[in-house]
């Protein structure tokens, strides 16, 4: 557990330290931060740590990572944030961007840097936080068109409990 929690740290440290230097706190709007590990399909743990920010002006930045291994296979997905679309009453978010760094030897796994990438999650509050995997073209054309699409499957349907670790949405008025 004490590994667990050191590397969920390191996770987000990591994460919140992408944030540009020169973002000022109070032109913020929307701030989505999380990490930890959810099971994807139930019995595929996942990592996951992403730090999000929506600017007054409407600029999204921030990075992303996720990561999982079966069966000897891994694939380890980083990337930069370009969108960030948000339900601050649901406690919805939906996140893109672009892949910085793809590192896998899963040959099923074709995505490269420069490809768009995106996924959604849920500051679920007592009830629990949720998290989907990346999603990839050709389901969204872009990045961009998933932020703007806001796709969310009733009863929250693709998306995983997060099983260690959390995620906090915050909207602070510009």
Known sequence: MRVRRSLLSAVLAASLFAIPAGTAAQDEVVQVTGGGWFL?????????????VLHADGRATGSFHHAYEVDGLYVRYWGRLTCLSYDAAAGRAWI???????????????QQPGEDA??????G??????????????????????????????????????????????????
Do not use: E
Request: net charge negative; charged share 15%.
């Open 40 to 52: 994807f399909a139930g019995t595929i743990p996942m990592q996951f740590g992403f730090s999000a």
């Open 96 to 110: 893109g961007g672009v892949l910085t760094k793809v590192s896998t030897n899963d040959p099923d796994a074709t």
């Open 118 to 123: 995106w996924f959604r999650v849920l500051d």
């Open 125 to 174: 509050g007592p009830s629990g936080d949720r998290s989907t995997s990346m999603g990839f073209i050709p389901f969204f054309p872009s990045s961009a068109a998933y932020c703007a699409g806001r796709p969310w499957p009733a009863d929250n349907a693709r998306t995983h409990p997060v099983t260690f670790g959390q995620i906090s949405l915050s909207v602070d008025a510009p």
